[in-house]
């Protein structure tokens, strides 16, 4: 068994070689909050906005424990929104490291309202967003690489590829 194992290669991609890579599992993030009257229009329908500002957070705080840094947020896309979500639902926000480059990350997050009372539980949302990790002057800074684990996480990793790579080709359109 042991020479089974020694013969598996970890998966590491991106991030600063020097630092030690991290699992995907030691950033994930789960944010949950109870939509009140305050979070939605006269209708009782959370606002698209108060949403968005929770996929932030909860993807914000996934890049941070991935950087030990703080962060911003480049960009956020492919916000998708499924279904709506309720005054009283509980909303819980899952955010994962799916890629890294040398500064910035992107962390994936996935939205689901719970009925408390029926206990129905809906896929609302996902989106990806993009941070830059900054060091004490406020510069970007280098990032740990991630270390993969499992074949959902290369598959998470290629996507997240393909979606950085499009945003490079926007970015040096517009330029």
């Not at 600063?16 to 109870?34: P, T, Y």
């Not at 408390?116 to 800074?141: F, R, W």
């Not at 990032?143 to 499009?166: F, H, K, M, N, Y």
Request: hydrophobic residues 40%.
């Amino acid at each position: 068994m042991a020479e089974q194992n020694a013969s598996v290669q970890m998966d590491v991609r991106g991030g600063d070689a020097r630092l030690a890579g991290k699992r995907a599992i030691e950033s994930q993030m789960e944010l949950s909050q109870q939509m009140m009257p305050s979070d939605a229009n006269p209708l009782g329908n959370v606002h698209g906005g108060v949403i968005m500002k929770l996929i932030d957070e909860a993807g914000a705080l996934a890049a941070m424990r991935h950087a030990r840094r703080p962060v911003v947020t480049i960009t956020m896309d492919s916000v998708s929104f499924l279904s709506p979500v309720r005054v009283g639902h509980l909303l819980s926000l899952r955010g994962s490291v799916n890629w890294v480059g040398k500064t910035s990350l992107e962390v994936g997050v996935r939205v689901m309202a719970e009925n408390p009372i029926t206990g129905e539980i809906m896929h609302t949302n996902s989106a990806y967003a993009v941070y830059v990790a900054l060091d004490d002057q406020g510069k970007p800074c280098s990032v740990p690489p991630l270390v993969l684990e499992s074949a959902e996480e290369r598959r998470r990793w290629d996507d997240a590829e393909e979606r950085q790579r499009i945003r490079l080709q926007r970015t040096q359109r517009r330029e």
